[in-house]
């Protein structure tokens, strides 16, 4: 249980719904926990630099401006 | 108590029921909840029970049936929410264990205009953690556990609207509000066998729902047919001045104003469905073809412009994530999250710079000027929604389920991905099964014609009965 100070904030059935939905997440993480010799952090860095260079791919000129909040057309 | 048909049955046939008084909203009510109880549990589909507040609301609403006040097709049928989605006196999680104790004095505006219609919200439905905002490498990315399919437990229900979906196919409640930034509705309808529509960017108000992207979040549902998805999105459509994105408009539900559905002209590409798809599932995806033939619906060749949706889409997903998460990131509370991937992947997302993510955004404007004119002489664009069944529970999910197929042309393979990005509605519905799993076609229309797809759709469902099969639920 993660946080003691709000259990009167909910029913007993919801808390024991948490409870049991934390006791099934716990092994199942543990399970994924990072493989030896994998580094996740740099892996992702490598994905997002891969994806900016597909970008920098496409000609832009100055006056391609970007979506400031999408206006559907 | 109802007749266990009574949890399969169309939101039209439930109101039919509750207005001739053969079922009360309360029974209805209590016996979703019944079965939410009972089967909930077994797939991973529940956040939390709205018991409590859901009886009351049935039984104000049969105060109003009884009185002959009928306030339209939902009056009085369950449903479910989201768990991304506010309402009071109960926990949004959001899916995830850092938030468990979360909670909100505000409502979502799509679940405060269903209760306006008379709806009842019986539950909030389970999901992938922050709706997988950074990338997530396993199914069990999730506080309430991996979305197990009602067609086979043993294999994913397709994330993140993964309780919504569930919930739907398996018959615990008729329709679930869920959302999509980049096919969260649209892969687990596909997954799970269930009718899903990703709406027009604005139609529906964000009030009330966890952002994972500003530019591209958005609110829609998930049901048993188009028809049901119409009515539901006329409900919950309009304009709202606490949501920034919101469009200012209303939707009205009217597949008769469509016209001969011979007169629409379909966008596709055979590659789609004989060459991209997994080998398994390219025959169930040619006959679904077939069947917009025998509709007599014109088919056209097309393809989408080689532009790089999926780097665009990672980017501006990853960037926004990032700005709405960052204190959560930089506390290091994001270390409590159950994918190590996703994790890694928001933490990452920090170090983007503003010219990638501006660049990100040139390019989508860029590509919404090449892409609209698609729509000139074409009504809808159609492909498969996924080009695969549902994956086994454990297998990891990125970067890639299985080696990729590939063809010639780049088809409409990224369709979801460029819809997504440019607002554009989608729809998936039901069209075969391979190995026991349901696949499924997805839909695109040019934005604020969500009424062509629906009816299209509903054409479809009345030749084939993929929307109708119940998977092995007790």
């Not at chain 2, 409640?173 to 960017?201: F, Q």
């Not at chain 2, 007169?263 to 995806?285: C, H, I, K, S, V």
């Not at chain 2, 063809?407 to 391979?434: E, M, Q, Y």
Request: hydrophobic share 40%; net charge neutral; aromatic share 8%.
């Amino acid at each position: 249980m993660s946080d003691i100070r709000n259990r009167g904030r909910y029913s007993r059935r919801e808390w024991t719904s948490l409870a049991s939905a934390f006791a099934a997440v716990a092994p199942l993480a543990a399970r994924e926990a990072t493989p030896a010799g994998r580094n996740l952090l740099e892996e992702r860095r490598e994905a997002d630099a891969r994806a900016i260079a597909a970008l920098e791919r496409v000609a832009l000129t100055p006056a391609d401006e970007p979506i400031f909040g999408l206006v559907v057309t | 108590m109802p007749a266990s048909d009574v949890f399969f049955k169309s939101v039209s046939e439930l109101n039919r029921m509750l207005v001739n008084r053969e079922v009360s909203s309360r029974e209805l009510t209590e016996a979703c909840l019944h079965r939410l109880e009972t089967l909930g549990p077994k797939y991973n589909a529940i956040a939390a029970l709205t018991r409590k507040s859901a009886m009351q609301q049935a039984e104000k609403v049969d105060g109003d049936l009884k009185r002959k006040r009928f306030r339209g097709p939902l009056q009085g049928i369950p449903f479910g929410a989201m768990d991304s989605l506010a309402y009071p006196g109960y926990p949004t999680a959001w899916g995830a264990k850092p938030f468990a104790s979360q909670s909100f004095e505000t409502k979502a505006a799509a679940i405060e205009n269903l209760e306006g219609t008379g709806a009842v919200l019986a539950a909030k439905l389970a999901m992938v953690e922050l709706a997988g905002a950074g990338g997530y490498e396993y199914a069990s990315a999730s506080i309430s556990g991996p979305g197990r399919n009602p067609w086979n437990p043993d294999y994913w229900s397709g994330g993140s609207s993964s309780g919504s979906a569930i919930a739907v196919a398996a018959g615990l409640l008729p329709y679930a509000l869920a959302s999509e930034t980049r096919d969260s509705i649209i892969t687990p309808s596909a997954y799970c066998g269930v009718t899903g529509l990703s709406p027009t960017y604005g139609y529906v108000s964000r009030f009330g729902a966890m952002p994972v992207s500003w530019t591209m979040d958005k609110i829609g549902v998930m049901c048993r047919s188009a028809e049901d998805c119409g009515h539901i999105l006329q409900a919950i459509s309009g304009g709202d001045n606490r949501d920034r994105g919101s469009a200012g408009k209303s939707f009205y539900y009217g597949p008769e104003y469509v016209g001969e559905l011979s007169r629409l002209t379909l966008g596709y590409n055979p590659a789609d469905f004989e060459q991209w798809p997994e080998l398994a599932t390219r025959a169930a995806f040619v006959t679904a073809l077939e069947e917009l033939n025998i509709l007599r619906l014109r088919l056209e060749v097309t393809e989408l412009p080689d532009l790089p949706y999926d780097s665009v889409a990672s980017t501006v997903i990853h960037a926004e994530a990032a700005s709405a998460f960052e204190p959560f990131i930089r506390d290091g509370r994001v270390d409590e999250l159950a994918d190590r991937y996703q994790i890694a992947g928001l933490r990452a997302a920090l170090e983007l710079k503003s010219t990638d993510y501006l660049r990100a955004q040139r390019i989508r404007a860029k590509m919404q000027n090449e892409l609209t004119p698609l729509f000139r002489k074409l009504d809808i664009l159609i492909t498969p929604s996924r080009l695969r069944t549902a994956s086994p529970l454990d297998d990891p999910l990125q970067p890639a389920p299985s080696p990729r197929a590939s063809a010639k042309t780049r088809g409409l393979t990224d369709l979801g991905t460029a819809a997504n990005l440019l607002g554009w509605p989608s729809l998936s519905i039901p069209c075969g099964f391979v190995h026991g799993l349901p696949i499924g076609l997805q839909l695109v229309t040019r934005p604020f014609n969500e009424n062509r797809l629906l009816a299209v759709g509903a054409a479809i469902q009345r030749r084939t009965d993929w929307h109708l099969q119940r998977p092995p639920v007790a």
